[in-house]
Each structure stands twice: as C-alpha cells, then as structure tokens.
Nanobody, 120 residues
Framework: QVQLVESGGGLVQAGGSLRLSCAAS????MGWFRQAPGKARDFVAA????????YYADAVKGRFTISRDNAKNTVYLQMNSLKPEDTAVYYC?????????????????WGQGTQVTVSS
C-alpha cells in the first residue's frame, strides 16, 4: 500500500504564495487535485515520473508550478498569486502508470488532503 503524505497547507492572503509537498516513494506519475466545499474534486496539475511532462488546469496555469525531486521522493506544488477561489482541500495522487493523468480515475492512490485557505 502506497502512503501519500501532504504538507504545506495553511492560511494566506490573496496574492500570497504557498508550497505544498507530497511525500511518496515509487515510480509514479503524480497529480494534485482540489476540492472546495460543496464542489467536485478538480484537477490542478500533474507531472510524469521522469518530470519530463507536466500539465495544468487552465485556472492555475501561469500561477502554479508542479515539480518533483525523485531523490527525496517528493512532489511539490508551488502556488503563487493565490486567489480566494483557490481555497480548497488539496490532494496529491499517484498513478502507477507513471504518466501524466488529468482525471481522478487515472490515479491509484490518494493522500488525506491539506487545507489551503486564501483570504481576500
């Protein structure tokens, strides 16, 4: 069983930055999703096992950056220029395929989530 552990969430003012981390060992494609209260879980960003492919949701393109350090078994989501509408629980997910996946069904393992709150 793969265990994913997210960290780095918190409260930040609009325009601020946060960096989320997800610790996971294995040759997985990794993704970040988010879920706001009363809404569906939405795709945010994904990165392949090699780091050579990335993909972003339009809502975060140019503001968020996904990266990984395989030596540390960690995936990061750098979030800049945060907006109140970015407020959500953020989940990291692992895909056994090792590829970039943009839908939740493409992932095999999920973390417990970390809360990000952006105040206006």
């Amino acid at each position: 069983q793969v265990q994913l552990v997210e960290s780095g969430g918190g409260l930040v003012q609009a325009g601020g930055s946060l960096r989320l981390s997800c610790a996971a060992s294995g040759r997985y494609g990794m993704g970040w999703f988010r879920q706001a209260p009363g809404k569906a879980r939405d795709f945010v960003a994904a990165i392949s096992w090699t780091g050579g492919s990335t993909y972003y949701a339009d809502a975060v393109k140019g503001r968020f950056t996904i990266s990984r350090d395989n030596a540390k078994n960690t995936v990061y989501l750098q979030m800049n220029s945060l907006k109140p509408e970015d407020t959500a629980v953020y989940y990291c997910a692992a895909a056994v395929s090792g590829l970039v996946r943009r839908v939740s069904t493409g992932y095999d393992y999920w973390g417990q989530g970390t809360q990000v709150t952006v105040s206006s």
